[in-house]
């Protein structure tokens, strides 16, 4: 088992690479099996969660190879079950429902379980699926498909937390392959989505509106392989932007994308922050302490669920009271108890959390709990007097490409330990 250690102090200064967005690769791979012709998707980050979905893809029956940042994958033929060993360690798995049933017009799927962020329904999809003509039914923790005959329908795809990202996308890329028009209304926004409706059309999808709460897909007789860039990790960024603010440095996030945190960009300027861009990426500095921050998770283009622990890290040390209220997963915050170890003074009312900025953190070992959770304790670790070790750092690399070496060169001191 891994760990960060991170010896706190240092303000990070330079250049560092944003990499691919791993939840624009994840939908993509899985529309990679719409058609049985070679696609070839270029700037993927090296992720774990990555290489778990290229090692269903292979246990469908696609072939694919993984080279450089460049998958090629090529799906003759795909079987139409997903096995729970599988589908339990990723959640995202489920994104492979919409294309399996459109390319096999039937699917028998594990039941995705929860995770550390909380509850991960999928009713939204089965709703959403259902509509299109492919009804499903649960037993034993599988979701059985038998029988899909696809055909275009109008359908309100909101729940109870707004929309539903890899919801969208599975009846998205299912839609592809219905008879007539589906629109799906209140779907997500995220850029992650618009990129996938991108890929799909470049296949050869008719798909319009992507981006925006309504979009409308006319089904087509076939998809064709084709070749594509994945967008920039904008969570990548903003964690390292985070870095560049609670270490009162200044980095330049190259590859950045500044149009897919508007909201982010926005809340760190009104707390102080120096923010500027252009078409290579992002400037971040701050040289001050920045002010305290009322913040709300919301859908896109609101402020991301998977910035909320990065932010309940830089507010522990920022000056002031600050609220940090959590819509998407109200649970989402196992990053707290840790920080406290630190010294953090946080409490939780409901979904909020409440953190009296301290003069500084002490480094502690701290337990990583989820992708995000991890990377908030990283960032508490760079500003933490003394050494932090951060355990179970296998959860920091299912979205984090190489943050270790990468903060090391921006001037931190973290060492992975084996
Ligand atoms: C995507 O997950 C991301 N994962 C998550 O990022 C991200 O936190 C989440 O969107 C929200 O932005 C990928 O893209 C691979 P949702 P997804 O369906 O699509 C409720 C990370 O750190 N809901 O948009 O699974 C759900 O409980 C990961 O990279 C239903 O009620 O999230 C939640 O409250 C973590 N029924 C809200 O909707 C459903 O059928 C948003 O979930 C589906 C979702």
Not at 241 to 270: E, P
């Amino acid at each position: 088992m891994d760990k960060l250690v991170v010896k706190g102090g240092a303000r990070l200064n330079g250049r560092v690479e944003i990499s691919g967005s791993k939840n624009s690769a994840l939908p993509i791979l899985a529309a990679t099996l719409l058609t049985p012709e070679t696609c070839v998707i270029r700037n993927v980050p090296d992720l774990s969660d990555i290489r778990f979905m290229i090692e269903i893809m292979k246990r469908l029956g696609a072939k694919v190879t993984f080279e450089n940042g460049t998958v090629t994958t090529s799906a003759e033929t795909i079987i139409s079950e997903v096995p729970y060993d599988l589908v339990r360690k990723m959640r995202a798995s489920i994104c492979f429902l919409g294309p399996i049933i459109a390319r096999c017009g039937t699917a028998t799927f594990s039941e995705p379980g929860g995770c550390s962020i909380g509850d991960r329904p999928i009713d939204l999809h089965l709703k959403g699926l259902a509509e299109l003509g492919a009804a499903s039914h649960s037993e034993g923790g599988n979701v059985y498909i038998p029988k899909a005959n696809l055909v275009g329908k109008e359908i309100f795809l909101g729940g109870k937390s707004g929309s539903t990202v890899l919801g969208t996308d599975n009846v998205m890329m299912a839609a592809t392959r219905a008879k007539g028009l589906t629109i799906i209304e209140s779907a997500a926004c995220e850029p992650e989505v618009r990129d996938l409706a991108n890929f799909l059309n470049k296949m050869g999808a008719k798909i319009v509106g992507h981006g925006t709460r309504r979009i409308e897909i006319e089904g087509v007789d076939a998809l064709h392989g084709v070749e594509h860039t994945v967008i920039p990790d904008r969570i990548e960024a903003g964690t390292f932007m985070v870095s560049a603010l609670i270490t009162q440095g200044d980095v330049f996030l190259a590859g950045a994308d500044a149009s897919h945190l508007v909201n982010v960009i926005d809340r760190m300027k009104s707390c102080g922050a120096q923010i500027t861009s252009d078409a290579k990426g992002i400037q971040v500095s701050a040289t001050r302490k920045l002010s305290s921050i009322d913040l709300v998770t919301e859908t896109y283009p609101g402020f991301p669920t998977d910035m909320q622990a990065q932010l309940c890290a830089l507010m522990s040390v920022t000056p002031g009271i600050s609220a940090i209220t959590e819509k998407i997963y109200p649970n989402r915050f196992m990053h707290l108890a840790e920080l406290r170890r630190m010294g953090a003074r946080v409490e939780l009312e409901g979904a909020t959390a409440i953190l009296h900025g301290v003069d500084h953190l002490s480094g502690a070992p701290v337990m990583a709990s989820d992708l995000r959770a991890s990377a908030a304790l990283v960032l508490a670790g760079l500003i933490a007097r003394g050494t932090t070790e951060v355990n179970r750092v296998y959860h920091i690399d299912r979205g984090y490409e190489h943050i270790d070496q990468k903060l090391r060169g921006l001037g931190a001191e973290i060492e992975r330990v084996r």
